[in-house]
């Protein structure tokens, strides 16, 4: 029995101590754990930390890129001392001219050319819109920027008199919408008589006639239909600029009639749509 306690006595020792060995390695090495996890942990921060940074400078420089961007897309050009456009403009412009006949478009050796054929391609857009072609007393046409539209004598006035008829409210409602669709028209409207010489209590000459004729329409769009008076010119020619001889009845009326010359203004064309962009860009010319 005594022999017995002492081997079990021994084996309690032996087995605490062998015990606690592996007690002591196991906490070592979960010491050496934690201080590898702490590692990581303040390695994963600082690498946060410099992610963040890292970040905010990304940002930064996006946002400058962006802010040069747009700076640069507003960016006014000085076109052949006529106009300033944009980046965005011209990019608005080559969106126009992908309807341009192409013929045309190969004629275009310039920026200036390829301005006027697109505020051409807009002007006789309007024209077409307006179904003033529909009018046989009326002549429309397009040279490059220049829509030149000459209207019967009959259909504004009556023989004689420089007071417009009330047929001429068709007429001049129709121009006034092609006038007021694009602001950046200037409009002369020119009076025309034939060779027959008047002298009247109110008329001296055809001078007086032609010019008394072009202030009664310009007024009229004006008054009536609103077009802005900084954008008309009122302009008489007299009988000096006859379209045909003035030998006949039906030659002499072609000759009375009243020319309306509608001018884009290319500087203020480009600068409203530069305003409109809201921008300022880059010195690049178009393709």
């Not at 101590?17 to 303040?42: D, F, P």
């Not at 004629?107 to 200036?112: D, E, F, N, Q, R």
């Not at 009122?234 to 001018?263: C, F, H």
Request: aromatic fraction near 4%; charge should be neutral.
């Amino acid at each position: 029995m005594k022999k017995i306690s002492v081997l079990l006595v021994i084996a309690i020792v032996t087995f605490s101590c062998v015990s606690k060995k592996k007690y002591l390695a196991l906490e070592h090495e979960n010491g050496e754990i934690k201080s590898e996890l702490q590692k990581t942990r303040v390695a994963k921060e600082d690498l946060e930390a410099k992610f963040d940074k890292i970040q905010t400078r990304v940002a930064a420089y996006n946002s400058k890129i962006a802010s040069l961007k747009q700076e640069n897309d507003s960016k006014l050009e000085v076109v052949e001392n006529v106009a300033v456009m944009s980046n965005n403009t011209k990019t608005k412009m080559r969106e126009t001219l992908k309807n341009v006949d192409a013929t045309k478009l190969s004629k275009a050796k310039t920026l200036k050319d390829s301005m006027n054929l697109a505020v051409a391609y807009n002007l006789q857009k309007t024209i077409n819109e307006s179904n003033m072609n529909e009018d046989d007393d009326f002549a429309v046409n397009i040279n490059e920027t220049v829509v030149m539209i000459s209207i019967a004598d009959n259909m504004l006035f009556n023989s004689g008199s420089y007071r417009l008829s009330s047929k001429a409210d068709t007429v001049l409602k129709k121009l006034a919408d092609v006038i007021n669709s694009e602001p950046s028209l200037d409009v002369m409207v020119e009076g025309h008589t034939d060779a027959r010489t008047i002298n009247t209590e109110f008329i001296a000459d055809n001078w007086d006639l032609s010019v008394m004729r072009a202030t009664s329409v310009v007024r009229k769009l004006q008054e009536k239909y609103n077009v802005a008076p900084e954008k008309l010119i009122a302009a008489g020619r007299s009988s000096y600029q006859p379209v045909a001889e003035n030998d006949s009845r039906d030659n002499r009326a072609k000759n009375r009639r009243t020319r309306i010359i509608i001018l884009p203004n290319i500087d203020k064309f480009f600068a409203l749509m530069a305003e409109n962009d809201g921008a300022v860009a880059e010195n690049t010319i178009l393709d």
